[in-house]
């Protein structure tokens, strides 16, 4: 069990232990004993009015000036009343007052309409308990849910989606990010294999790579030396044809010419394939905004803050750009040294939105700016760093088949890489 899970326990633990008490609040709140009304001052008030009647009631009858109630007559007429009693059956519902007769020698000669204040202030209070207990018990089942959520999140969801992002991205053909580790999630282990898969990619395309270079380079130079002997073989035929008088072998030196032609013909289609073979990488085009490469940028880069670019509608392949940015960003990382930052940069052309990513390390000797861009070339700080020098090369590639451009330069101190991305 990881330290997170321990804590999410007692987390849970302590919110459990809280609804229990907050539910038990709720329950002797709802249980306690129902406030009656005080019979006993009431009934005093009705007898006071009984033996006052024949007399008249005045405010001596009744020496309580603290108390709510009325005294009114069987003819509707309100005889007595203070504190702001009711008057009428309906209004003594609905403040829910006491209703008692007054009767004098056996006859009702009127009602008592009596409001015990401290019979509602005890059920206002009942009332308030209840409330603050339910409150409670929907807090305490809100932190409850939102926990659990959060425990979702950090130890499935969160994984989960950085899996699925890394699968997308090895999809893509983007083998030099690693898939960070987590072993407090429910794929530590998981994603320890998954980040093995991704070395031992990485590893084959190398292996592919220079295989294919090796091809290149073998085809190119049997090319090369198919072409010298097989040109001296057309020219000694074309020479002994010229002064070739038989038939026969006047047609057989013109098969040699013929078939050198088809075999140089061969080579050069064979060359021509071999060079073909370097360009795997498809692009598509798709016209997109400003913002969306922005937040390819934000993606690619996720340590700094990108700012928002000028509104604009470029044509470029998102996938692609993808690329170009993350080796533009692991280069960064790799040779600019530990804690280097990274800065983006926007400018708005006629025809090309700019986008500039400059880093704060040393950058390359100046010499060295001019052939950065070809295939296998790295720089003299690349030295005890791995890589085949195809990054910024490819990054290169993409750009201008998109139809944009790559440029570096040095900032004195930094390192600059400038995109130019067309226009749609």
Known sequence: MTASDSRFRLLWAALVVLLVAAGALLWSAQHQPWPTPDVVTANDLRERA???????????????????????????ETV??????????????????????????????????????????????????VLRAGYAVVVIMAVGVGSVLAWVELRYLRPFRRMRRFAQDVAGGDLEAPLMMDRANAFGAFTESFDLMRVELAASRRREAEGKEARSVLVAQLNHDLRTPVATIAANAEVLRISEQDPRRGARLDTIVAKTEQIRELAEELSQASRLEQAVLEVHLQECSSHEVAAVVARSAERIEVPSPPDALVSVDLRRMRQVLDNIVSNAAKYAGEGATL?????LGPE?????????????PEEELATLLGR????????????????????AQLMERMGGSLAVANLHPGFLVDLEIPMA
């Not at 070339?377 to 195809?390: D, F, I, M, Q, T």
């Open 50 to 76: 009984a033996d006052a009647w024949d007399t008249g009631l005045d405010d001596e009858t009744f020496a309580e000036p603290e108390l709510r109630f009325s005294v009114v007559a069987s003819s509707g």
């Open 352 to 364: 090309t939105l700019r986008l500039g990513l400059a880093d704060s390390g040393g950058g390359v």
């Open 80 to 129: 007595h009343e203070q504190g702001g009693a009711p008057a009428t059956p309906i209004e003594a519902a609905t403040q829910g007052a006491l209703v008692l007769p007054i009767d004098v020698d056996g006859v009702q000669v009127a009602t008592l309409y009596f409001v015990d204040d401290a019979q509602h202030a005890a059920l206002a209070e009942r009332d308030a308990r």
């Open 343 to 347: 800065h983006a940069t926007w400018s």
């Open 376 to 395: 296998g070339v790295r720089g003299s700080n690349a030295l005890g760093h791995p890589g085949e020098g195809l990054g910024l090369f490819t990054s």
